[in-house]
Every structure is written in structure tokens, then in C-alpha cells.
């Protein structure tokens, strides 16, 4: 064979094999399977609850339930239990049509028709009202809807509340009509 022909064989060689490990490199990674897709976990009838740190915070009976696929969120219809804890006692019971919660902050949104009664205490009190939010941290709650308190014998309609269960500190908006003993 001659001497140019055994160049032109190992250089189609070389060419070759770098092809080769070229396409390899290419196509490295087509054959491992997409992650699989991460819905949403759906629960029906149950008990959800949050924990902060050591404390339980609030714990809540459900119709149904709807987590984020890393249970972050919670969307929960159907709140005929539902127990907010203070000091790891019961505190508040709510009953809500709907509640956006985030399970880490342990805070939510209760909309529909809500019911928030007070377990603790001299006087019993009682909200009423279509929108709240619940802010664990500084275990504040907020009424930001017209709403109807109840406390003893008497009855307040209120625009807007705000009450901070671990100050006892209490915003009243604009009050509508008379408070009725």
C-alpha cells in the first residue's frame, strides 16, 4: 500500500472518531426521562394543622383540600371546625366557607361566611363577617368587611376591625348605627 494512501486512512480515521465522540457529546443527556410533573395534592375530608416550631397554632376540619406540591399553600373548603391555639390551649373556634393558608408563616384568609367566637375569657365574643385574615406571628385579626361583633349582650356593626389577641389592642373603623347592650 502506499505511503499516502495509509495517511489518508488514519487521517479518515481520526475524522471519523472525533464524529463519533462529537455526536455522543451531542446527544449526551436524550435519553433520561423529564422529571415527572408535581400537581397539586388533593384531600377530601380530614384534618389539616400547622405547627410553629413547638406550639400548635391552628388546626382546621375540612369538606376538602388542596395543597401545593411542596405544601407551602393550602386551599381548604368546608371549615365547620377549626381551632386557633394560643399558649398551645384553644382559643378561637372559626368556621369559614374557604381558607387560602400558608402553612409556613401559619397565616390565612378565611372568606364566605365566617364565624369567629372567642373560647377563652370572661365575655364570650363573636365576629361575624365575609373576609378575614389571620396573622400568626403577632396573633392579630383582621376584619377588613363590614362585620357584626357580639360581646356580652351587646351588638356592634362595624366597617372594618382589627384585634390583636396578644396585646388586646382593638381598631374599630367606622361604626355603623349604635351599639345595642
Given at each position: 500500500m ?13 475524522v ?6 462529537a455526536?455522543?457529546?451531542l ?7 423529564p ?58 373556634s ?16 378565611a ?22 385574615t389571620?396573622t ?6 383582621t ?39
Amino acid at each position: 500500500m502506499p505511503r499516502t494512501s495509509w495517511r489518508t486512512f488514519i487521517w479518515v480515521c481520526g475524522v471519523a472518531i472525533v464524529a463519533i465522540l462529537a455526536e455522543g457529546l451531542l446527544l449526551s443527556g436524550r435519553d433520561i426521562p423529564p422529571p415527572p410533573a408535581t400537581a397539586p395534592a388533593i384531600l377530601a375530608g380530614g384534618q389539616i394543622s400547622a405547627h410553629r416550631w413547638k406550639t400548635r397554632s391552628w388546626s382546621l376540619e375540612y369538606d376538602k383540600a388542596q395543597l401545593s406540591p411542596d405544601g407551602s399553600f393550602a386551599d381548604v373548603d368546608g371549615i365547620h371546625n377549626g381551632v386557633l391555639y394560643r399558649d398551645e390551649k384553644p382559643y378561637l373556634s372559626l368556621s369559614a366557607q374557604h381558607v387560602s393558608a400558608n402553612t409556613v408563616s401559619d397565616d390565612f384568609t378565611a372568606t364566605g361566611r365566617v364565624h369567629i367566637a372567642q373560647l377563652n375569657g370572661s365575655e364570650m365574643r363573636t365576629f361575624d363577617t365575609d373576609l378575614i385574615t389571620w396573622t400568626n406571628i403577632t396573633k392579630t385579626l383582621t376584619l377588613a368587611h363590614p362585620s357584626i361583633i357580639k360581646t356580652g349582650k351587646g351588638t356592634l356593626t362595624v366597617d372594618s376591625a382589627t384585634i390583636n389577641f396578644s396585646t388586646g389592642a382593638v381598631h374599630l373603623g367606622r361604626i355603623r348605627g349604635a351599639f345595642s347592650p
